[in-house]
């Protein structure tokens, strides 16, 4: 381990700085999350330069692959249909999650609706300083402008007679999501830059001959924060179809999913054999290799060797979100092994978090760590890690939450 990862594993052991500045986060939410109190971390994660680099690299070289023609094509040939046809969006907020190992970061999934920039660019703008040597990885300056861009890009990546005028944050239940708040953060953000905008489950959007309307206002664009990634439930019929008929945009889209975030695609990603016979460049191949954990889709043929070698492994849906029905192999009984093998599921090589030491009521307790980086276009728009206590991330660990990432 070199000697700047060694001072980042340091800090995250030993200093417990608590660096939020919290009325000043909540001025800038506007008391959007007084509802979450584990939304947000008090502490910082660390990270050395090169582990930064290396993220960079590997995220690169999954953007660069994906638009190798013979990858693309063999990833298309087995999605949904709905899926098949891109129409020019790129897709925004795609979340790439990394666990730190001591050989360095390692890829643990992608995401295609990755929920949380917004509220981390808030949390990233409400620091103290904490050390000299420590900054934000990514110029914050001008983000918010950033943002709201993509969506104009989109647009005029698919329809570019118009003006983008109206703008739909789709999600089901959205008041009852737990990130909420970062769809407020939106729909004030499009609202400033003069687009009308609305927050709306799927159910309450009409289809018409022409396209999808909400309120007696035609939609052009949808943000689409669900996890139906192919729109397979019924209420999402008039939805697939205005999206099949390029009635109207939608960011991200089934076909961006099916590229990326499909975990049967980490398959590919992670085989020597495979990436060599599309043709990979020899140099993003052992990048690839050596920051992603091998990942297996589980058959038939292989299901009586992963049982048996099952404690290396995390058992994961192939088209799964948020670890649902994730399961460590140690962890996994035969009930539940048997319901594993009745879907599809991949076996991705166990990297076990890193720590990150924080403060709660003046004592020390040890949580766990990832790290997300949110991209548009291959082009990294912030970092964020999720500190977390359990076998998965979640929001309800104290002193855990959204924490910002400090290089050094």
Not at 115 to 124: D, E, K, M, P, S
Not at 176 to 184: D, G
Not at 388 to 408: E, L, S
Request: with cysteine.
């Amino acid at each position: 381990m070199n000697s700047k990862m060694t001072i980042a594993r340091s800090l995250n052991h030993n200093c417990l700085c608590q660096t939020l500045d919290r009325r000043l986060l909540l001025d800038h939410l506007k008391d959007l999350s007084l509802d979450r109190p584990n939304l947000f971390s008090n502490t910082a994660l660390f990270i050395s330069s090169n582990e930064l680099e290396e993220m960079k690299s590997i995220i690169e070289a999954i953007e660069s692959v994906a638009r190798n023609k013979s990858f693309n094509q063999k990833v298309l040939s087995k999605c949904y249909k709905v899926a098949s046809k891109d129409f020019g969006p790129y897709g925004v907020f795609m979340g790439y999650d990394f666990h730190l190992s001591e050989e360095g970061p390692k890829l643990i999934e992608i995401n295609t609706n990755a929920g949380g920039a917004f509220l981390n660019l808030v949390l990233a703008q409400a620091q103290l300083k904490c050390c000299e040597d420590a900054k934000s990885p990514i110029e914050l300056e001008g983000l918010e402008d950033k943002f709201f861009k993509m969506f104009e890009q989109e647009w005029k990546s698919q329809k570019q007679e118009k003006k983008l005028e109206v703008i739909a944050i789709m999600d089901e239940n959205p008041s009852e999501q737990y990130l909420y708040p970062e769809f407020k953060l939106f729909a004030e953000l499009f609202k400033r830059k003069g687009v009308e905008a609305f927050i709306v489950d799927p159910a309450l959007i009409e289809s018409k001959e022409d396209g999808l309307w909400y309120q007696n206002k035609k939609i052009d664009l949808i943000y689409n924060r669900t996890t139906d990634f192919y729109f397979e439930s019924g209420v999402y019929a008039g939805i697939k179809a205005a999206y099949q008929s390029e009635l109207v945009v939608i960011t991200p889209n089934p076909h961006h999913h099916a590229l990326f975030a499909d975990k049967e695609n980490l398959e590919l990603l992670t085989s020597r054999e495979e990436l060599t016979s599309l043709g990979v460049e020899s140099s993003l191949l052992e990048v690839l290799l050596k920051g992603i954990p091998r990942t297996l889709k589980l058959s038939p043929e292989n299901q009586s060797e992963l049982w048996a070698r099952r404690k290396s492994f995390f058992f994961k849906p192939a088209k799964g979100y948020g670890s649902k029905a994730a399961y460590r192999g140690d962890k996994i009984t035969h009930r539940v092994w048997g319901e594993v093998l009745k879907s599809s599921y991949v076996a991705q090589e166990i990297i076990t978090p890193g720590i990150r030491m924080v403060e709660n009521e003046g004592k020390p307790i040890e949580l766990k760590h990832d790290i997300r980086a949110y991209t548009y276009n291959g082009e990294i728009l912030l970092f964020a890690s999720r500190l977390y206590m359990g076998q998965t991330t979640n929001f309800r660990t104290i002193g855990g939450g959204f924490a910002p990432v400090f290089v050094i």
